[in-house]
């Protein structure tokens, strides 16, 4: 078997190069000696601005298991990750594809678990099982806002996207070639991978994992960054934003029939004998104006989602000058 590890890289040139060195590569190579298998390892750059891109050449220089896709501009880590599966499929000998995080949170401690279910799995007779999915099972040192934050994430997710995303559920997941090009064939822009990966729909297995803290640099998800890809990966995954505001209509629709009903007999019948006078009409007024707001909001979304995939733009670009051992030039277009 050959696995090929995916790793988007943005800004961490403080500490990118001790910890592979140090901790991830000797923990690659120790599984890949015990479980039998070999094994590159596929750094995406994302257009970072400081020296990461150096210090993955010396990473390379070092190792000849590392390749460097360097992607033209920062497309963001959903595309980046796109970009490293594209490239590990361009090798005809890839069986499996693992991807991870390249800060430390997800313990590389963890992956013989991940290569040890999978090769179990694919020796089973019947339904084989082909992708294993880390699972965060607890947070080191967040804060109260990011642990919210992220419990209403996988509910909005599990809500409005994908029904069977689990709580806490990662990108450190190692899946087959055959998923990895299903994956491969969907070609939307704005993406979250572990929403796409669960929109396939085949059966998966499981590892709960520690979530550590970040070993070196500083996060490069802000809150707003955050937000826009949560809000992008509901408009992609479903349509329901769009179906519960038509439902809420009909019920305001309905509600208002009652309340003009109600102001009709209770002000020019019964002349206002419960004093509202029309001042609460007015606030109602407001409520709905906000509403149809609202409403366009979240129809430009879709609208701009649409214009996005219809202007067929590449889902990222290779400088293929400033990577190292990739096979070929990958900058995928919408099919």
Do not use: C
């Amino acid at each position: 078997m050959n696995i090929s590890f995916v790793i988007p890289v943005y800004n961490e040139a403080s500490g990118i190069f001790d910890y592979v060195t140090r901790r991830l590569m000797p923990q690659i190579e120790k599984s890949a000696h015990e479980q039998k298998y070999s094994f590159d390892i596929i750094f995406v750059n994302d257009g970072s601005k400081d020296k990461t891109l150096q210090e993955l050449y010396k990473l390379s220089d070092q190792f000849k298991q590392v390749k460097i896709v360097a992607l033209s501009r920062n497309f963001g880590k959903e595309l980046a990750l796109t970009a490293g599966i594209d490239q590990a499929l361009t090798n005809s000998d890839t069986d499996a594809i693992l991807t991870m995080d390249a800060d430390g949170q997800q313990p590389p401690e963890y992956i013989p678990q991940f290569i040890q279910k999978l090769q179990e799995n694919l020796s089973k007779n019947g339904n084989q099982t082909e992708i294993i999915t880390g699972v965060r099972e607890k947070y080191g040192k967040h804060g109260l806002v990011a642990k919210l934050g992220s419990k209403l994430f996988y509910w909005m997710l599990s809500l409005f996207g994908s029904k069977t995303s689990l709580t806490g559920v990662t990108d450190f997941r190692l899946m087959t070639r055959s998923i990895a090009e299903k994956f491969s064939g969907l070609t939307e822009h704005n993406r979250i991978t572990r929403g796409l990966i669960d929109w396939l729909g085949y059966p998966q297995d499981y590892i709960t994992y520690p979530y550590g803290n970040r070993q070196f640099g500083k996060p490069s998800q802000s809150f707003r960054k955050l937000f826009g890809l949560a809000i992008d990966s509901f408009v992609s995954l479903s349509p329901a934003p769009l179906f519960i505001f038509a439902w809420i209509g009909v019920f305001i629709t309905v509600l208002s029939g009652f309340l003009g009903i109600f102001a009709l007999i209770q002000q020019g019948i019964l002349g206002d004998p419960l004093g509202l006078h029309w001042s609460w009409l007015m606030l109602f007024m407001s409520f709905l104006i906000g509403l149809v707001l609202i409403s366009q909001g979240v129809t430009a979304l879709y609208i701009a989602q649409i214009q996005s995939e219809v202007l067929g733009r590449p889902l990222y670009l290779v400088n293929k000058s400033a990577s190292r051992r990739i096979t070929d030039e990958t900058h995928r277009s919408p099919r």
